[in-house]
Nanobody, 121 residues
Framework: QVQLVESGGGLVQPGGSLRLSCAAS????????MGWYRQAPGKQRELVAI???????NYADSVKGRFTISRDNAKNTVYLPMNSLNPDDPAVYYC???????????????WGQGTQVSVSK
């Protein structure tokens, strides 16, 4: 089994910053893509940022220039520093990883439990 454990959510004022982290553990042979999605009340879950194993990244237009995704392959960990947070950013943020659990098996999708990000004066 594979577990993703997130940390770093919280409440900040508009313009503030937070740093999300997500560590994968368990039966891991290799991790392909890692990333962050978010879901606000009444809305569908959306991609925030994703990073491949070799470091290629993709961002939602709404977070470009403010969020920067990175990963440490040795620690099976993905990070998301978030700057200039605004009232459009509050949501539950979910960590994602595509994990290969054994040689020659296809990667499977795994999700963290979610961490709340709130922005308020």
């Amino acid at each position: 089994q594979v577990q993703l454990v997130e940390s770093g959510g919280g409440l900040v004022q508009p313009g503030g910053s937070l740093r999300l982290s997500c560590a994968a553990s368990g039966n891991i042979f290799s991790i392909y893509n890692m990333g962050w999605y978010r879901q606000a009340p009444g809305k569908q879950r959306e991609l925030v940022a994703i990073i491949t194993r070799d470091g290629s990244t993709n961002y939602a237009d709404s977070v470009k220039g403010r969020f920067t995704i990175s990963r440490d392959n040795a620690k099976n960990t993905v990070y998301l520093p978030m700057n200039s947070l605004n009232p459009d950013d509050p949501a539950v943020y979910y960590c994602y990883a595509g994990v290969q659990v054994r040689l020659l098996s296809p990667p499977s999708d795994y999700w963290g439990q979610g961490t709340q990000v709130s922005v308020s004066k």
